[in-house]
């Protein structure tokens, strides 16, 4: 079955640069999350989106934005990057569609980045 | 406060072992709970939804108590391929995934 799609996996970058990265939600998942997972950390709820407009927000930076695009996908764009941006970034998507279910959320594989 | 909590261990179980986790959460509006399994450097994986009538999955068991807004994961003769840390997850009515700060098992042989 189709998963969670992030990319890339792995990311280096420079301090101040940008980065952007991807998610492809599972087929007909309506919503999307993005979490951020520092080093012995549990993940930390940034933003999410619902049909495409944003639904919540978390402790996302002000140098963070995202958007969920007409075909479900999600990019997260990171500019002015910090050293303690450092992270694993993962994405979830679930079908909220229907308030009666008990949806869960399924993970991708998520992306490292490393800023030096 | 964080809004959901978890004791983080380490648990450290001898294989064969039944171990159990709890998790509070603080926010009553809380409307689904969840357990995920997370090894390490890898994603967090569904282990498995909790029900108000609390259910079972082979040697897992989840219960939820809504009127004392806590949640516990039972595992039942441990293998060693249970190590890993557990996220007890709740979903608020916005539908925002709440994590634990997890809690770590370490089945000994």
């Known amino acids: 079955a189709a998963g969670v799609i992030q990319s890339p996996r792995h990311l280096i970058k420079e301090k101040r640069e940008t980065a952007t990265l991807k998610c492809y939600p599972i087929p007909r998942h309506d919503t999307v999350y993005w979490y951020q997972q520092g080093p012995g950390q549990d993940p930390q709820f940034l933003i999410s989106f619902y049909e495409k407009m944003q639904s919540d927000k978390g402790s996302i930076p002000d140098r963070f934005s995202a958007q969920q695009f007409s075909d479900y996908h999600s990019e997260l764009n990171m500019s002015s990057l910090e050293l303690g941006d450092s992270a694993l970034y993962f994405c979830a998507s679930s079908l909220e569609g229907r308030l009666d279910m008990n949806t869960e959320a399924f993970f991708g594989q998520g992306t490292r980045l490393t800023v030096v | 406060r964080k809004e959901v909590e978890q004791d983080p261990g380490p648990f450290n179980v001898p294989e064969g072992a039944t171990v159990a986790f709890n998790c509070t959460y603080s926010?009553?509006?809380?409307?689904?709970f969840f357990w995920y399994r997370q090894d390490c450097r890898k994603e967090p994986k569904l282990l498995m939804s909790?029900?108000?009538s609390g259910n079972e999955d082979g040697r897992f068991t989840a219960q939820l108590n809504r009127a004392s807004q806590y949640i516990s994961l039972l595992i039942r003769d441990s293998k060693l391929s249970d190590s890993a840390t557990y996220l007890c997850v709740v979903k608020g009515n916005t539908g925002k995934l709440i994590f634990g700060q997890g809690t770590t098992l370490q089945v000994k042989p």
């Open positions: 909790v029900y108000s």
């Open positions: 926010n009553s509006a809380s409307q689904s």
